[in-house]
């Protein structure tokens, strides 16, 4: 079991920068495979970001590659998104996820675990 907090939301401009961190709070050593997904209103969950248990590799969704970098930590268990170069369209809930075993990165239903989220919003 492991409970996931996000944080680092908020407003943003067009071209301007934030990041996200998730927290995992989880019995000490164990990894999973981790990943950020957003969601607006009306829309599926939407795949941003996944890390390798190890963060040895990396995906990345077109709409994002080259502005976002995902990263983890694991001897502080924090996983994060760096978001750079926002837009508009960057307007979501980000939320983080884990899985015990990961398939596809981008399908929501391979994680186990999610946090509550995170609101960013981007004006232009």
């Known amino acids: 079991q492991v409970q996931l907090v996000e944080s680092g939301g908020g407003l943003a401009q067009a071209g301007e920068s934030l990041r996200l961190s998730c927290a995992a709070l989880?019995?000490?050593?164990?990894?999973?495979?981790m990943g950020w997904f957003r969601q607006t209103p009306g829309k599926e969950r939407e795949a941003v970001a996944a890390i390798s248990r190890l963060g040895r590799a990396t995906y990345y969704s077109d709409s994002v590659k080259g502005r976002f970098t995902i990263s983890r930590d694991n001897a502080k268990n924090t996983m994060y998104l760096q978001m750079n170069n926002l837009k508009p369209e960057d307007t979501a809930v980000y939320y983080c996820?884990?899985?015990?075993?990961?398939?596809?990165?981008?399908?929501?239903?391979?994680?186990?675990?999610w946090g509550q989220g995170t609101q960013v919003t981007v004006s232009s």
């Open positions: 989880t019995r000490a050593g164990r990894y999973y495979f």
């Open positions: 996820a884990a899985a015990t075993v990961n398939r596809d990165y981008a399908r929501a239903a391979e994680y186990d675990f």
